[in-house]
């Protein structure tokens, strides 16, 4: 066999190489992208309950007072929960935790930091289909809803799509925006960043179920 046939076979087997790692990096993604549907959808009937029975209990609650940063957390099979996340145009409906780590975030997304309460909340969720996956689908003006535990609706329109470097946390965290949607690029080089401004007004609610689901 020749040199050149040599390195022809060689570049040949590195590529079918190459192409069934991808075949199987993309099936891993959505079969974790499927438990993690499946694990959220599992808890988003006890968080809204529970949303539901504190909004009954206190029906004249207030939004919370800007100067107050902390978020009510409430547990739920040994994790904490700050609300949940409604985005209509991906039809998602999804519980976000109020701390966030590598096993948490194969769960629901997570606050990374911030609070609604002071306009900073950032959110981040694997690139999961039925996560954060199609985060680079939103367009300006689409809307996004966070309901907190106590019963609170914050209504947000997507203002910015952005690519950020795992390394700009400064950048990611510390921006004009009142709430931040991320995740990772496919490979994880990069991070899809959607950023949003609140409206004016809170809005009381027993029970949102279904305004980001068909």
């Given at each position: 066999m020749t040199r050149k046939r040599t390195v022809g076979v060689t570049l040949f087997v590195i590529g079918v190489l190459m192409i069934g790692a991808s075949l199987l990096l993309v099936l891993w993604n959505e079969t974790?992208?499927?438990?993690?549907?499946?694990?959220?959808?599992?808890?988003l009937p006890f968080l809204e309950d529970e949303i539901e029975k504190r909004s009954d209990e206190d029906s004249d609650i207030l939004p919370p007072d800007p100067a107050f940063d902390e978020?009510?957390?409430?547990?739920?099979?040994?994790?904490?929960?700050?609300?949940?996340l409604l985005i209509p145009a991906l039809d998602l409906e999804l519980p976000v935790m109020s701390e966030w780590d590598y096993s948490r975030l194969r769960v629901a997304p997570c606050r990374y930091y911030g609070s609604v309460n002071t306009d900073d909340l950032v959110i981040a969720a694997h690139n999961y289909t039925?996560?954060?996956g199609m985060l680079k689908n939103l367009s300006a003006g689409d809307e996004v809803y966070f309901i907190d535990m106590d019963g609170i609706t914050y209504d947000y329109t997507v203002?910015?799509?952005?690519?950020?470097?795992?390394?700009?946390?400064?950048?990611?965290?510390?921006?004009?925006?009142?709430?931040?949607?991320?995740?990772?690029?496919?490979?994880?080089?990069?991070?899809?960043?959607?950023?949003?401004?609140?409206?004016?007004?809170h809005e009381k609610t027993s029970n949102r179920r279904g305004r980001g689901k068909s």
């Open positions: 974790e992208g499927r438990r993690a549907e499946k694990a959220a959808e599992a808890v978020m009510t957390v409430v547990g739920i099979d040994g994790c904490g929960y700050i609300g949940y039925q996560h954060f203002g910015s799509i952005e690519t950020l470097n795992p390394t700009d946390v400064k950048q990611m965290v510390e921006s004009e925006w009142d709430l931040t949607l991320y995740t990772c690029t496919y490979g994880g080089r990069q991070r899809v960043t959607v950023r949003c401004k609140r409206g004016d007004s």
